[in-house]
């Protein structure tokens, strides 16, 4: 049974360029959430989708936007990067709707580094 | 959500048990606290949760105060494979359709298990 998987593992781009991260969610779940981890510090809530539709958000600009497709997969688009979007991205996947409780299980996220 | 404070770090001999405490003062009726782990260079694992009673499951055991105001997450037989960042979460339970998939992470208690 496959955990929740991200592609890819490292990355890096130039301040200014776009990227998009990938996240295949464990298999039965539908519900994907994104996180963000700096350098020491907790990961942080970027938002959450559910049904192919963001359902809640973080404190994030506009800059940071994604998608879930019928599969349940994600993608998460990041653009104009500027050099403090350098971090751990974490995908994040459990079951929604009424099923609240659901524990999330992490992937082992994605490194992005822009310089 | 409510807030959670844990020390900053901890050590505990391999065998023996390991306790992370964790302070939620002001969580409210409808908040569960979770806990999670985060091995280096791995996305966090989820580990156990609860709400008034006491868990346990395979991993852990869960006990929270009567007043719900502070938990204890103890690890029975901690081995060097335990030593991790360990993250106390209050999470709030809204209901149908409204859950919340914003876990909101601190710090959380860097365990170091010593042979």
């Known amino acids: 049974d496959a955990g929740v998987t991200q592609s890819p593992t490292h990355l890096i781009k130039t301040r200014g360029q776009q990227v998009t991260l990938r996240c295949s969610p464990k298999s039965g779940h539908d519900t994907v959430s994104w996180y963000q981890q700096a350098l020491g510090q907790g990961p942080q809530f970027i938002f959450q989708?559910?049904?192919?539709?963001?359902?809640q958000r973080g404190n994030f600009p506009d800059r940071f936007s994604g998608h879930q497709f019928p599969n349940y997969s994600s993608e998460l688009n990041v653009n104009a990067l500027l050099l403090g979007d350098s971090a751990l991205y974490l995908c994040a996947s459990s079951l929604g709707g009424d099923r609240g409780l659901s524990p999330l299980h992490f992937g082992n996220g994605t490194r992005l580094t822009v310089t | 959500d409510a807030k959670t404070t844990q020390p900053t770090s901890m050590d505990c001999a391999e065998g023996r048990a390991a306790n992370l405490p964790c302070n939620h003062s002001?969580?409210?009726?409808?908040?569960?606290v979770y806990w999670y782990r985060q091995i280096h260079s791995q996305g966090p694992q989820y580990i156990i949760h609860?709400?008034?009673n006491n868990e346990t499951n395979e991993m852990a055991s869960l006990i929270i105060t009567e007043d719900r105001k502070s938990s204890t997450l103890i690890l029975p037989h901690a081995t060097l494979r335990d030593t991790a960042v360990y993250y106390c979460i209050v999470r709030v339970y809204r209901g149908s359709g409204g859950s919340n998939y914003k876990l909101t992470f601190g710090k959380g208690t860097l365990l170091t298990v010593n042979p």
């Open positions: 002001t969580i409210s009726g409808n908040e569960y």
């Open positions: 609860g709400l008034k």
């Open positions: 989708y559910y049904e192919e539709e963001e359902r």
